[in-house]
């Protein structure tokens, strides 16, 4: 079993909606759990970051982790065809340790 | 934001021959760079962990005689992949935290190499 599951995809949705990827994880280190967008050919760009348990939102977009659960959420609001993406989860335990990825979810939003 | 630099972007180098990619932490000190490798349409492989003035502690799998990593100063760190082969075609990327409480890792834009 990997660490990390992600659905792979691809996920089409239409322009405007509401989308939500997930992950789960098993290892109950994990304690920072970060969402990435990688367009083809680039690095991948920090969405954003979030410790333990809750929920945090920045603009469109909303992470949730439920630790209980091993399970966390990326939702995107009023989605946008620049919204077309792989989008990663990433996880860490903490200090300077390595962080590990889910194996990524495409997204197309289409106009 | 923190900025990490990646150069080149993209590299074609003859087999036999060695290539040098450049990571530099532009606003911050990275004191641990990571270095991952991702093939089409897979995940990021980390390869090694960098530490500046340190050698640095390689992945299970990986040949640390192949992928040189020179982590010399807090804002530089470098990846040399000695006598490259075809199979070593692939994205190559950097990462490093920002800063002590800072979680979100930041990565470099890539670098794409292909041994012909």
């Known amino acids: 079993q990997k660490e990390v599951e992600q659905d792979p995809g691809p996920l089409s949705v239409p322009e405007g909606a509401i989308v939500s990827l997930n992950c789960t994880y098993s290892?109950?280190?994990?304690?920072?759990f970060m969402w990435y967008r990688q367009y083809s050919r680039k690095g991948p760009e920090l969405l954003m970051y979030?410790?333990?348990?809750g929920n945090k939102e920045d603009g469109r977009f909303t992470a949730q982790v439920d630790k209980s659960s091993k399970y966390i959420s990326l939702f995107i609001r009023d989605s946008q065809p620049s919204d077309s993406a792989t989008y990663l989860c990433?996880?860490?335990?903490?200090?300077?340790?390595?962080?590990?990825f889910g194996t990524g979810t495409k997204l197309q939003v289409i106009p | 934001g923190a900025v990490v630099s990646q150069h080149p972007s993209w590299v074609i180098c003859k087999s036999g021959t060695s290539v040098k990619i450049e990571c530099r932490s532009l606003?911050?000190?990275?004191?641990?760079m990571f270095w991952y490798r991702q093939f089409p349409k897979q995940s990021l492989m980390l390869m090694a962990t960098?530490?500046?003035?340190?050698?640095?502690?390689?992945e299970q799998g990986v040949e640390k005689d192949k992928f040189l990593i020179n982590h010399a100063s807090l804002t530089l760190s470098t990846l040399t992949v000695t006598s490259a082969h075809p199979e070593d075609s692939s994205f190559y990327i950097c990462?490093?935290?920002?800063?002590?409480?800072?979680?979100?890792?930041?990565f470099g834009s890539g670098t794409r190499l292909t041994v012909v």
């Open positions: 606003d911050f000190q990275a004191t641990t």
């Open positions: 979030t410790y333990s348990s």
């Open positions: 990433a996880m860490s335990s903490g200090g300077y340790q390595k962080v590990t």
């Open positions: 290892n109950s280190a994990f304690q920072y």
């Open positions: 990462s490093a935290r920002p800063g002590p409480d800072n979680y979100g890792y930041t």
């Open positions: 960098s530490n500046e003035g340190s050698k640095a502690t390689y």
